[in-house]
């Protein structure tokens, strides 16, 4: 054996041991302490290369299609979220504090404009219009042909409108014309009534009135649990909304809204940090220097350790090094 290839091997041998045991957990730390500092150092305008940003985003979102794969896989996650919430009989409120529940629908029922929007739109809505008078054109024949307490109190007024009804009852067509023209006129002269109701919505959802709505859903939540949830929502329902998300995410990367978003949010992480260092940056978030080493070197341990890891690392630094050996340069220098 050459003097060459004895000095390969210990090579190999020295370098093989470095990533094993004792070695491996002191190097390692060593290297990404090492590399923590060298990164710390640098300003954060130029370790955020905002084009290099936008240009993988772009590529990516341009190029990228969610894979059948991941499709699978977030179905599969999903389906054991739903099952596991299922079998959990922990009340629906261990979830959140009746504090945080109160301050998030105070939240919502401050945002006026919004909440003027949403009633309006609802109580406009041709939907909403035709439910209202099949509601009222219902309580005005249960009026007329029930037993309330005008027909009771009035003499005379239940045997007139009994002979109304057996009278309109037995003209072919009549009743189907009556409740068809009732209710167009009842749609027809709805609208100051639901523009009085729009108004009374928009006064009376007031501090009071919404504590009082508050309250009223946090008593609903509270008698159910976690479980509970489950019934909500069926593994067909899953799937739907996984493939509407897909769906929707297709249509909504074809926007350049998604990338002015991205852009605007590097702009300002760059005007706000400009000119701090990185460790500063870490530092502001209360993140220490060994919070990332100490939990960074014992991961990479774990898996630099497994046989397989150990195996591929010995054929890389062979591979490495009896390039070096076995060149010109190397050859020259040791004869």
Known sequence: MSQ???LL????????????????????KAEI?????????IEAEKFIDKKTILDFAKSYVNTKEIEKEAEDLVLSLSEATHKLIGGNQEPLTSLFTKNIFEESMNMGMGMKELRKDVIHTVINSPVYTKMI?????NAIADFVGGENSFAKNVPGASSLFKMGQDF?????GMQAGIEKNLTAFIQSNLQNSLKQSEKLLNQELDAKTSKELTDEI?????????????????????KKIIHLSKTQWNHIKTSPLLLQILESHIDVILTRYKGK??????????????DIT??????????????QIQHHLKQRITLRLEGFYTSEKAKSVLS
């Open 4 to 6: 060459l290839q004895k």
């Open 9 to 28: 091997n210990a090579h190999i041998e020295y370098e093989v041991a470095e990533w094993k045991g004792e070695s491996l957990k002191k190097n390692l």
């Open 33 to 41: 302490e090492s590399s923590y500092d060298a990164i710390g150092d």
């Open 133 to 137: 008078s099949s509601v009222m054109f």
């Open 168 to 172: 309109l009852g037995n003209i072919p």
């Open 218 to 238: 946090w008593n609903f939540i509270s008698t159910k649990k976690i479980s509970d949830l489950q019934h909500y929502a069926g593994k067909d329902d899953i």
């Open 277 to 290: 260092k990185v460790k500063e940056l870490l530092a502001l978030y209360k993140i220490q220097r060994s």
């Open 294 to 307: 100490d939990n960074l070197s014992t991961l990479l341990e774990n898996y630099i350790s497994l046989p």
